[in-house]
């Protein structure tokens, strides 16, 4: 497609529930980011991926959050045992070697709710 | 944490130039400076990015001061579709081309008619 794509756009998670987001970059896309926004936050960085390399996941909370790029494209991101302060929209980015000089792509995010 | 300073909001009148402002002084010489705006219920989109000299593109320009310790992101004529969060940000590296972006809480620009 055109744009980073993630899915669902919308989840509703009871507290203690395991959830799954999808995200498809940009086709060709070496570099993934996923990131955590608070509502009237900025976003905060969580993981990154080199194709299917997680190489930097300083960013994950907990251990309940975990990502993954098996083969170097579709990442998904799962949060086991949900908690009420997972309640965020977490956002997507690519990017092509030397992204620096072409921007990060995002998607628009899926709004995870804990109720 | 975020190594960059902006006001928490602006407001602008619809057809007139908007200058954004942003303090980074513990930027180190090979800091680029990137801007990045967020419009309501989507995720961020690039602006600009610059390291030392002034940049312009279709959106926006970007005056970099000479000691590169602020920059002001220039929006040349707000329309209200340029109501947004915008975000000044130096990244984290990873070497070579690529890196983190560290976002503080951004600039939210009010555009009125």
């Known amino acids: 497609g055109a744009g980073v794509s993630q899915s669902p756009r919308y989840k509703v998670a009871k507290r203690g529930q395991d959830v799954a987001l999808r995200c498809d970059p940009i086709?060709?896309?070496?570099?993934l980011f996923w990131y955590q926004q608070a509502l009237g936050q900025g976003p905060e960085f969580l993981t990154y991926?080199?194709?299917?390399?997680?190489?930097?996941k300083s960013g994950l909370p907990s251990d309940r959050f975990f990502a993954e790029r098996p083969e170097g494209s579709v990442s998904t991101l799962k949060i086991q045992r949900t908690q009420q302060e997972d309640s965020a929209v977490y956002l997507c980015?690519?990017?092509?070697?030397?992204?620096?000089?072409?921007?990060?792509?995002f998607g628009s995010g899926t709004r995870l709710t804990v109720v | 944490d975020a190594k960059t300073t902006q006001p928490n909001s602006m407001e602008s009148n619809e057809e007139e130039p908007v200058h954004l402002p942003c303090n980074h002084s513990?930027?180190?010489?090979?800091?680029?400076i990137h801007w990045y705006r967020q419009l309501p219920s989507q995720g961020p989109e690039y602006v600009i990015h610059?390291?030392?000299s002034n940049v312009n593109n279709r959106m926006a320009s970007l005056a970099i001061a000479e000691d590169r310790k602020s920059s002001t992101l220039i929006l040349h004529r707000a329309t209200l579709r340029d109501a947004a969060v915008y975000y000044c940000?130096?990244?984290?590296?990873?070497?070579?081309?690529?890196?983190?972006?560290?976002f503080g809480k951004g600039t939210k620009l009010s555009v009125k008619p």
């Open positions: 086709s060709g896309h070496v570099s």
């Open positions: 991926f080199q194709n299917e390399a997680q190489l930097d």
């Open positions: 980015a690519s990017s092509p070697v030397g992204g620096w000089n072409y921007g990060y792509t």
């Open positions: 513990t930027i180190s010489g090979t800091d680029y």
């Open positions: 940000i130096l990244p984290g590296y990873y070497g070579g081309s690529q890196g983190n972006l560290i």
């Open positions: 610059g390291l030392t």
